[in-house]
Antibody
């Protein structure tokens, strides 16, 4: 069964650090782009960081310079190191797999990218 | 970054109603638009990718369409389990971005 399981969420004081982990199983982890997506309570979904299977990393402006995404393919694991945490980082953090699918239609070729597998999420609370 | 807007932000509907949710991209994203359903306390669920392709296992009452930078999610006959928040998301460019969501609740 394809699964993602997050861990590491906790209550932390403003300015503190936390490391989230995501354990992947049931698929060839190293082949996939991976994301951390968060939802602040009462707000929408935000993709805070992406790590391509090539090793290229991307961050949203809201976390750039404070968060670092990494992966350990040998352990089928994804990580998010979060430093200088703020109250605004309080959220449920989801580990997400991105699928890639090739399709051709009407003479055109497409490579679709979509988030097909989500973990159950881990809660980060930043408060004094 | 590509901005996505959704309308309406919320709607009330009854079981059996036809529901339409719109998503507009700030620039051309071809067909690289996905739809997700999110219920409280659960992980978001992929419904549609590539603007109109139904993800495996998703009921056929869900459908998607596109016209330029405008995309539509339609639920043909709303069921009790469909009350949730729906998000569009673009897979055209990194960073991936989501629309602000449309909450569908019971009338």
């Amino acid at each position: 069964e394809v699964q993602l399981e997050e861990s590491g969420g906790a209550l932390v004081q403003p300015g503190g650090s936390l490391r989230l982990s995501c354990a992947a199983s049931g698929f060839a982890f190293s082949n996939y782009h991976m994301h951390w997506v968060r939802q602040v309570t009462g707000k929408g979904l935000e993709c805070v960081s992406t790590l391509r299977n090539t090793g290229d990393a991307y961050y949203s402006d809201s976390v750039k310079g404070r968060f670092t995404i990494s992966r350990e393919n040998a352990k089928n694991s994804l990580y998010l190191q979060m430093n200088s945490l703020r109250a605004g980082d309080t959220a449920v953090y989801y580990c997400v797999r991105e699928a890639e699918k090739y399709s051709s239609s009407g003479g055109y070729s497409y490579y679709y990218y979509y988030m097909d597998v989500w973990g159950k999420g881990t809660t980060v609370t930043v408060s004094s | 970054d590509i901005q996505l807007t959704q309308s309406p932000s919320s709607l009330s509907a009854s079981v059996g109603d036809r529901v339409t949710i719109s998503c507009r991209a700030s620039q051309s994203i071809s067909r690289y638009l996905n739809w997700y359903q999110h219920k409280p306390g659960k992980a978001p669920k992929l419904l549609i990718y590539g603007a109109s392709t139904l993800q495996s296992g998703v009921p056929s009452r869900f459908s998607g369409s596109e016209s330029g930078t405008d995309f539509t999610l339609t639920i043909s006959s709303l069921q009790p389990e469909d009350f949730a928040t729906y998000y569009c998301q673009q897979g055209f460019q990194t960073p991936r971005t989501f629309g602000p969501g449309t909450k569908v609740d019971i009338k």
